[in-house]
């Protein structure tokens, strides 16, 4: 089995494009179900953002893993994978790994150092324990880039700028009709990108005003950033009062029309109105961008300033933080690639030991028979020599081949192990079999669904 990486993101995709991935919760879960049905893909978590959708998923075949997941997510997008292929990306196996390192560590965002994505990797990954859609081969992968976005954050400084896609956005509004200390805001939803831009438009001084389909949602948003509610009916009403908007739904239809924004205009006496439309699809109808007296931020503005900037255009964050953060993911990919081969070889050596006690046990009850004689603690003390015997003769086999298991081809020792010693498949044990978490060197807990990594 192999890890593989597909999907498309910021970097690959139009934000048009991306806008026909965008999934509700039943769909992610569909996703799931849909993935792991498949005959190559036996564990599957997808991760979909604002700016990606991109499945992570153990297969036993390259090809028929990539064939599988493409087909997935261009049914997702309702296109062919011929529409989808200029614009997907795919990892494999340790560039897998350093993918998803990357990712969680918010160096592959629109915002460079952003810590939001952290919190979405977690959430994708709790959806997919909760769906069992990933096993022994995917939990620790995961539970190892929560690790590693929380230490690129810690001790690389890579988000002592402070920046997300809220923050960069509202710099924009700022730019277009000045500080917004002082002046009302309207935040349409009320999710965690809702409640991340009130929050932030509170900081910055802004008078906030919170708009939701859940009323009882937008009325503890409001509370917590000492704002007022809106009625979604009255958007016309709250949209003339407000000098800037900021969307962020779920909803997968426009929310904010061109005729209601033009409408408020008229009432605004030329004031001019900062809209920011952080949602994915999009919540404000483009038409909105074409009315005058109204300057429209969205992620096709982000992304093409990200573009402009190059690839490895890094914005507020200094270069030597993102550095020490890439040397910081190749050291712990290294060390997952480790676990990932010593795990691979654990059956062949839990196996061997197996064969060995089996052989044992069947002498010493040979031996019993021959000598029926012979007192107990005679009987004891050979039984015991002879296990002492075949310890020290597995010990350095065992031990060499969890060791080479760490080195290119290692996993062929194990191979060789098996071919030597007639280990067929039929000698495969449990994951969460003592004597494989005895074979691997870790606590048995660890080894179960969910236990650590």
Not at 144 to 172: C, F, M, P, Q, Y
Not at 195 to 220: I, K
Not at 223 to 234: I, M
Not at 302 to 308: C, D, K, T, V, Y
């Amino acid at each position: 089995m192999s890890l593989l990486a597909v999907g498309i993101s910021h970097r690959t995709a139009p934000v048009a494009l991306l806008e026909q991935f965008a999934m509700t919760a039943d769909d992610k879960v569909k996703a799931l179900h849909e993935l792991v049905g498949n005959d190559h893909v036996s564990e599957a978590l997808v991760l979909a953002t604002c700016n990606r959708v991109e499945v992570f998923a153990e297969v036993d075949r390259f090809h028929g893993g990539v064939s599988e997941v493409s087909r997935v997510l261009a049914r997702q997008a309702g296109a062919t994978v011929e529409e989808l292929s200029p614009y997907v990306t795919v990892h494999y196996e340790d560039q897998a790994v350093a993918h998803l390192f990357t990712v969680a560590a918010g160096l592959d965002s629109m915002v460079v150092g952003e810590t939001q994505v952290l919190g979405q990797l977690r959430a994708a990954y709790a959806l997919a324990q909760e769906e069992g859609t990933v096993g022994r081969s995917l939990h620790p992968v995961a539970q190892h880039a929560l690790r590693v976005g929380k230490r690129v954050h810690s001790e690389t400084g890579i988000d002592r700028a402070g920046a997300n896609l809220v923050t960069v956005s509202l710099d924009h509004a700022e730019d277009r009709i000045g500080p917004l200390a002082g002046r009302p805001a309207l935040v349409v939803g009320a999710g965690s990108m809702g409640a991340l831009a009130a929050s932030t438009l509170s900081r910055r001084g802004a008078l906030v005003t919170v708009a939701s389909r859940s009323p009882e949602s937008a009325a503890r948003l409001a509370a917590a950033v000492d704002g007022g509610t809106a009625e979604l009916a009255d958007l016309r009403s709250a949209l003339a009062d407000a000098d800037v908007l900021v969307t962020c739904t779920g909803a997968t239809g426009l929310v904010v029309g061109t005729d209601v924004v033009a409408a408020a205009m008229a009432d605004r006496g030329g004031r001019p109105l900062a809209v920011v439309d952080l949602a994915l699809p999009r919540d404000v109808d483009p038409g909105v961008a074409s009315l005058p007296g109204v300057h429209v931020v969205d992620l096709a503005l982000l992304q093409g300033e990200r573009s402009a900037a190059g690839a490895s255009g890094t914005g507020p964050v200094a270069a030597d933080d993102v550095s020490a953060a890439h040397a910081l993911i190749e050291a712990e990919t290294a060390l997952l690639r480790a676990e990932r081969q010593a795990a691979a070889v654990a059956p062949t050596v839990s196996a061997l030991r197996s064969q060995a006690a089996e052989v044992v046990d069947a002498e010493l009850l040979r031996l019993a028979s021959r000598l029926p004689d012979l007192d107990a603690r005679a009987r004891g003390e050979i039984a015991r020599t002879v296990r002492r015997v075949v310890d020290k003769l597995l010990h350095e086999p065992t031990v060499r081949v969890k060791e080479l298991a760490s080195t290119p081809g290692g996993v062929d020792y194990a191979d060789a192990l098996r071919a030597l010693f007639g280990l067929g498949l039929d000698a495969e044990v449990r994951a969460d079999d003592p004597r494989l978490a005895e074979a691997v060197g870790v606590d048995p807990e660890d080894l179960r669904p969910g236990g650590a990594a």
